[in-house]
């Protein structure tokens, strides 16, 4: 398995799981054919999803875990207690080199607890951050922080601009991604007092970061900048924001066409036009949130999704490993770093 590139799976994370994770893996294997896997689990339930002489069968290896992470587990109670469950068992793969990242649609607090317990940060980061991408205008963008840290300072958000760029390149493919402060305002006065600090040292710093200045809300979806960066309080609010009006223009839809004989006459025409739009917006399409900042590849899926959004967080995983995301990471970090200590030097 060594000649391949290998994930870990924590296939008893999710509300759908073990068998939404081992139908997303084999969905993976349809796109990635070398992909190969260690699947963490109970290994009788395992062994019964897993047809015997299947692709998937011939590129995995499943180990047991006995133990299972609770959705509603505090992430202390697990980190104390979870040593023998799937989600650690999963992580400690990553750290020993048997597996080349994670992929868990488990508890998040719980998942980001024992990542970094078990992994540590970067050197240079202090903060790890989640990131994931949505569907603009123009295309997709990354947005980070996504819940991980309540409250940031000016060094904080300047680490995950430069995580949040790199990110960019190696997921969205894009050669020069731009970058944006989520902030209440576009000009240089508005927000508080860390975010237009951080405007200013991103402004001046020597890496080769596209920065564009502030952006407000309706930028997201507009797609003004590929990477928006903001605190965790304010991103989580964003994401669950943008997931709840996705549902509610659906069901305003939904009553739309079911309004008279006409409309219904209308839905049954459009049809095309709405497969587009629902294939658009779909969730499970921007499946895959990445715990930036550790010292190895940790993939948060939706818990709540089902195969086809579990091979798109295993799509994520393969391009992180691919793209060397770590250590683009070190070095740009390393640079950053360097930077603010020959400022320092030059203003004693």
Do not use: W
């Not at 996705?246 to 209308?266: D, M, Q, T, V």
């Not at 036009?273 to 993939?299: C, E, H, K, Q, T």
């Amino acid at each position: 398995m060594t000649a391949h590139l290998t994930l870990s799976l924590d296939a008893m994370g999710g509300d759908k799981a073990p068998e939404m994770v081992i139908r997303g893996a084999e969905l993976a294997l349809e796109r990635f054919p070398d992909l190969r896997f260690l699947i963490f689990g109970r290994d009788e339930e395992l062994n019964a999803l897993i047809v015997p002489g299947s692709k998937l069968a011939n590129a995995a290896e499943i180990r047991h875990a006995p133990d299972v992470v609770g959705s509603d587990a505090k992430a202390a109670v697990a980190l104390r207690g979870g040593r023998a469950s799937s989600m650690r068992l999963a992580i400690d793969s990553v750290r020993s080199g048997d597996a080349s990242g994670v992929v868990s649609a488990g508890n998040t607090g719980a998942l980001m607890a024992m990542a970094k317990f078990v992994l540590h940060t970067l050197p240079g980061i202090d903060r790890p951050a989640i990131a994931s991408f949505f569907p603009t205008q123009r295309g997709e963008s990354v947005m980070l922080d996504l819940g991980a840290n309540i409250e940031c300072d000016a060094e904080n958000l300047v680490q995950f601009a430069v995580m949040g760029d790199i990110f960019a390149r190696a997921v969205l493919g894009l050669e020069r991604p731009t970058i944006g402060l989520l902030n209440v305002g576009v000009e240089g006065q508005k927000g508080h007092e860390h975010i237009r600090r951080a405007a200013a040292m991103l402004r001046e710093s020597q890496t080769p970061l596209d920065f564009r200045g502030f952006v407000e809300g309706d930028d997201i979806g507009a797609g003004t900048v590929d990477v928006i960066v903001t605190d965790g309080f304010t991103g989580n609010v964003a994401l669950k924001t943008a997931e709840g009006t996705a549902k509610l223009i659906g069901l305003f839809l939904r009553e739309s066409f079911k309004s008279s004989l006409l409309s219904r006459i209308g839905y049954l025409l459009s049809q095309p036009a709405i497969r587009r739009l629902r294939s658009r917006v779909d969730p499970r399409r921007y499946n895959g949130a990445m715990f930036l900042g550790l010292n190895g590849i940790v993939v948060k899926s939706h818990g709540g999704t089902d195969a086809f959004g579990f091979a798109n967080a295993i799509g994520v995983a393969v391009d992180l490993c691919r793209q060397g995301f770590i250590e683009r990471i070190k070095g740009e970090i390393q640079k950053l770093t360097l930077e603010a200590e020959n400022q320092k030097a030059a203003a004693i």
